[in-house]
């Protein structure tokens, strides 16, 4: 038998409990956090782990690609460039917005920096396209690019792309850096890409023209929504 008393005190018999009464006691329960609480704590925890790893991948940009702050010719804290312009062609006024970054991912057979990023066209029939977009630089480039070759290509990559098999439009530039701007044309994808009514060739003709006009384009930096606010007045 078990005694539970108070020392100086003489024992009552409500302190006096036998181990198997102890043992048919029900076990104390530890009070559970609210869900709210638990939701909280969940979220603090993804934000600090997205924010670790951005932090990282910024880390690994300035170690291996620390041009990619200087793009455009003035540092800044993210590592990519984006920017806007139009194109006037035969068949019509195009606006271009592009937004790319340095990338490891890409062939190893040119000595070259890969670029990667999403581009968006808008065509003179008011239409607008979602483009997927690579590209490339020299190697082992100066934190100032002014001056540099760059040339960018890209096709249309809609959120169901990889269930498609035509990805027409398909549109490459090839120019220069003259900070802060992009001075570049279209080798003559403009008019591989669209028909002279301005919608897009979907079309397979082996005796279509490889070369014919060069559409030249300036693309100054700018937002998407600069871009999109751009895009109406293309329309015929």
């Given at each position: ?61 300035g170690l291996f690609y620390p041009w990619a ?104 530039f090839r120019g220069h850096w003259q900070n ?31 070369m014919t006009e060069i559409v030249p384009i ?19």
């Amino acid at each position: 038998m078990e005694r539970f008393t108070i020392p100086g005190m003489a024992p009552r018999l409500s302190d006096i409990r036998t181990v198997r009464d102890s043992a048919l006691l029900p076990p104390r329960v530890k009070p559970r956090r609210g869900c709210v609480g638990c939701l909280w704590q969940t979220l603090w925890q993804c934000t600090l782990i997205l924010g670790l790893g951005a932090i990282l991948v910024i880390a690994m940009t300035g170690l291996f690609y620390p041009w990619a702050f200087y793009l455009g010719g003035r540092f800044h804290i993210l590592p990519y460039w984006q920017g806007w312009g139009k194109l006037h062609a035969k068949s019509g006024d195009y606006v271009l917005f592009v937004q790319f970054e340095p990338t490891p991912r890409g062939s190893k057979m040119y000595l070259e920096t890969n670029l990667t990023g999403i581009a968006y066209v808008c065509t003179p029939r008011g239409e607008n396209f979602r483009l997927r977009m690579g590209g490339g630089m020299r190697k082992h480039l100066n934190l100032s690019t002014d001056g540099e070759v760059i040339h960018l290509y890209m096709n249309y990559w809609p959120w169901n792309a990889d269930f498609m098999n035509d990805h027409n439009p398909s549109l490459e530039f090839r120019g220069h850096w003259q900070n802060p701007k992009l001075i570049m044309d279209d080798h003559s994808s403009i008019a591989r890409a669209f028909q002279p009514d301005g919608s897009v060739y979907h079309g397979q003709d082996e005796n279509r023209p490889y070369m014919t006009e060069i559409v030249p384009i300036t693309l100054t930096s700018g937002s998407y929504s600069q871009f999109k606010a751009a895009c109406p007045v293309a329309k015929r």
